[in-house]
């Protein structure tokens, strides 16, 4: 199985168009140097690498339809360093608390993916957006998860009804990989906190 999603990850990213593969290093450049002009520390070095894992993410569902636990993993264990290095008092109480909304977060993901296809007869989100839940209570505080939550839900909505509106209307519902949404809104969440939290200006964010 591991051997299977590795090779389908190298198959993704080997079958870049030239445009996709230069939009790509524009937005890791762009989000690795906006992550080190906020936090210009190790922080914002593990910031800018979850900006990377976040575009591979988001380029590889909206390709395959699916999220890669190894792209998972290692954002999730990247979020555990995340939250040692950003912990003001006891590292294990930090790492406590990123464990706990990753869990909390995740849970409800899944609860509404049980739920939809209960009422739907079919599946709205999938498990690995469900994982990247996780993913993203382990990196983001209280106050962003609504906001992370909320633009990649307006994100999605804006592009299902764009599609829906200017081309044809589908007999089958139309898939929309929510991945490609939320993998971004968890980096542009860990943004907005880390700014608000280093920047005494923006105090006001929290």
């Given amino acids: ?20 593969g230069i939009t790509i290093f524009v937005a890791w450049l762009s989000c690795i140097t906006a992550s080190l002009f906020f936090l210009p ?6 910031g800018g690498s979850l900006a990377v894992l976040m575009i591979a993410i988001a380029f590889v569902d909206a390709r395959r339809f699916i999220i890669p636990d190894e792209l998972t993993a290692a954002a999730m264990a990247l979020g555990f360093l995340h939250a040692a290095l950003q912990a003001s008092g006891s590292i294990v109480e930090a790492l406590a608390n990123a464990a706990l909304r990753g869990a909390i977060l995740a849970f409800a993901f899944l609860t509404l993916r049980i739920l939809y296809r209960r009422l739907r007869g079919r599946d709205g989100i999938g498990l690995g957006d469900v994982k990247l839940a996780g993913v993203a209570g382990v990196w983001v ?15 999605a909505l804006a592009v299902y009804a764009v599609r829906y509106l200017w081309g044809r209307r589908p007999v089958q519902p139309m898939r929309l990989p929510f991945g490609l949404f939320l993998a971004p809104a968890i980096w542009f969440g860990w943004l907005l906190g880390s700014a608000a939290v280093s920047i005494p200006s923006l105090d006001f964010l929290q």
Avoid: C, H, K, Y
Wanted: charge should be negative; proline fraction near 5%; glycine fraction near 4%.
């Fill in 141 to 155: 505080d209280w106050w962003v998860l609504p906001a992370v939550i909320e633009v990649a839900a307006l994100a």
């Fill in 1 to 20: 199985m591991l051997i299977r999603r590795s090779a389908l990850i190298s198959e993704t990213l080997g079958s870049i168009s030239p445009f996709d």
């Fill in 41 to 46: 520390n190790a922080q914002g070095i593990v």
